[in-house]
């Protein structure tokens, strides 16, 4: 009988494990993914213009009226959720200018090294720390 539950016990962790790793894969994909949109000239570093050209096209996006403001229904589909930041004013509505302001300190977060790019290290080992994978 113990030899059995330690068995089982074994199977459970070993799956569990497995799984988490999966799930880490899946993410390290997607964070890779999201690198190589911002990338547009595939350089392997993320410059400010490409980061400001990526804040306008996810902007524009998200902005399905297209009255030049991202209220509380149309954020609902930020799935990166970096907009619900960007509300400076707290008036559950989010402009242009904040949403650039927002990306602008994105960046700097994300630069690491201060050296004004974005390398795909500095992309994902922010998104690690953040996802804790």
């Given at each position: ?6 068995i089982l ?102 630069d690491a ?6 390398s795909e ?13």
């Amino acid at each position: 009988m113990n030899k059995t539950l330690s068995i089982l016990c074994c199977v459970m962790l070993l799956t569990h494990f497995c799984v988490f790793a999966a799930n880490s894969d899946i993410q390290m994909q997607e964070v890779k993914s999201g690198f190589q949109l911002i990338d547009a000239d595939k350089n392997g570093f993320i410059t400010p213009n490409e980061m400001q050209a990526y804040q306008e096209k996810n902007f524009n996006e998200l902005d399905k009226d297209r009255n030049g403001v991202i209220d509380r229904n149309e954020l609902t589909a930020d799935k990166s959720k970096e907009l619900n930041k960007a509300d400076q004013n707290n008036d559950q509505k989010i402009t242009g200018a904040e949403s650039a302001s927002q990306f602008k300190q994105y960046f700097n977060q994300l630069d690491a090294n201060k050296d004004g790019k974005i390398s795909e290290d500095e992309y994902t080992d922010y998104w690690k720390l953040r996802w804790k994978f």
